[in-house]
């Protein structure tokens, strides 16, 4: 092996002691050490927070150098390797069509990649018709950097909104768009932290964050007087503000959580009034969803990490009133809940394998002890719930994957219980026949 001309560039060591805890006025939520400790971080000064030391970035130049010196004696086996990797991807490709808000729709929804180019074209269909909505190739040519998230579509499907960041910050601008005109709406919204925003009838809630990109507030943009309103601030440093809504779109809920603690708060369209769901209480995690006149909360609270589900009215949300709905078991993970209007589909996992189950309601009861399990023809189950926003539905769609079956979409009537493959995810050059999956347990 040819011998190396450069030596591996060296970190130095520095002698900064860092302060832990309390520190000066910052807010770092509760329980913290004060006073507050010091300890030795030799390599502080790799912390550059504004991307703009020099010092920082010439030690990550000379180790860019050092590796492709290192690396340019195996350029012939990496050129294979790659070649190799290409050859088992389909570049052109298009995404399932899906409709949007109800299945009556005239257009159905997709994305369409094209060989040779590094971003997705957002299309929809309508019978033959094939309509390109927004080509972020286009949009991305001669800019140093660009990234396009949030794309989304009214429920009206009169607009298309999306963010663009072009400078890396991971600050979005919002365009919203009007589809037949393709004419921008003109607005008076800021930057959006992660496009982390909520687009419904003429109002977009949206979130901020504080100097050090933690999300802390909630904001609410009406697109009639184009004014901006402050909903919810969160000054802890060791929480973040998120965004949601019911499936039903019944109720929008501001989560307030950190890493082990969930605080949630809930309002309606109707009345802007924050409303907290139940006290905050510590190391207690939850989320919740609503269904008809209840809502249920999957919750860690009682010793169960594996999280167990529990119903409320939507009257009475405080923790006094929740109830056992799908009891505790220590051998069940619970991943979700996904109300429909007629159906409940559970997502969990148990030994290593992931289903959904489907719980029926009729006649206002939720007929929980004939509750049944989607069956999947594979050794090793591995679930994804596709959520196409229709809430009155009996077929859902959902994708099925292992390490020997590629992505395969499937729709499921909720009625019949019978399974439909729509089509599995091309990978040119692979036989499955050649390979085998197992899961072996080990006590």
Not at 218 to 228: F, G, T
Not at 269 to 279: A, C, R, V
Not at 350 to 359: A, E, Q, T
Request: with cysteine; hydrophobic share 30%; charged share 30%.
């Amino acid at each position: 092996m040819p011998k190396q001309t450069l030596k591996p560039p060296v970190a130095k060591r520095t002698r900064p002691y860092v302060p832990f805890g309390k520190h000066k006025s910052e807010k770092r939520g509760k329980g913290i050490m004060n006073p507050p400790k010091k300890m030795l971080d030799q390599y502080f000064w790799m912390r550059s927070d504004n991307r703009s030391s020099r010092q920082v970035l010439n030690h990550l130049q000379k180790e860019n150098k050092y590796t492709e010196n290192v690396m340019k004696q195996h350029q012939t086996q990496t050129d294979e390797i790659f070649q190799e990797m290409k050859s088992n991807l389909q570049e052109t490709y298009d995404s399932y069509p899906f409709p949007h808000a109800k299945w009556d729709s005239e257009w159905k929804y997709f994305i369409r990649n094209v060989e040779g180019k590094s971003y997705p074209i957002h299309c929809r269909i309508s019978g033959d018709t094939t309509e390109i909505l927004l080509d972020e190739n286009e949009m991305a040519r001669n800019k140093e950097t660009f990234d396009l998230s949030g794309f989304s579509i009214s429920d009206d499907e009169k607009y298309m909104l999306y963010g663009t960041d072009e400078t890396g910050n991971e600050k979005y601008n919002l365009e919203i768009v009007d589809i037949s005109t393709r004419q921008k709406i003109s607005h008076n919204l800021p930057e959006i932290p992660y496009c982390d925003y909520h687009f419904h009838e003429d109002v977009i809630f949206y979130t901020q964050s504080d100097p050090t990109n933690r999300v802390c507030e909630l904001w609410r943009y009406d697109m009639k007087s184009k004014e901006n309103v402050m909903m919810y601030s969160n000054d802890d440093e060791l929480v973040s503000v998120g965004i949601s809504c019911s499936c039903d779109q019944e109720y929008f809920f501001v989560e307030a959580s950190s890493f082990d603690t969930s605080d949630i708060y809930y309002f309606t369209s109707d009345d802007y009034t924050m409303k907290q769901f139940t006290p905050r209480e510590e190391g207690v995690l939850y989320d919740v969803e609503h269904h008809h006149d209840h809502f249920f909360v999957i919750t860690n609270r009682g010793d169960c990490p594996n999280f167990k589900i529990m119903i409320t009215p939507d009257t009475r949300t405080s923790v006094d009133n929740w109830e056992v709905f799908v009891p505790y078991n220590s051998s069940v993970f619970i991943i979700g809940l996904f109300p429909l209007e007629h159906f409940l589909i559970m997502k969990y996992k148990y030994l290593g394998d992931i289903f959904l189950n489907v719980i029926a309601y009729k006649d206002d009861k939720y007929l929980l002890e004939n509750m049944w399990t989607i069956e999947i023809d594979d050794p090793i189950k591995n679930i994804s719930y596709v959520d196409v926003d229709i809430y009155d539905t009996t077929k859902i769609f959902y994708v099925h994957r292992s390490l020997n079956t590629p992505n395969t979409l499937f729709q499921y009537d909720l009625i019949t219980r019978e399974t439909k493959n729509l089509r599995q995810h091309p990978v040119p050059n692979y036989d499955k026949t050649l390979y085998e999956t197992k899961r072996i347990y080990a006590t």
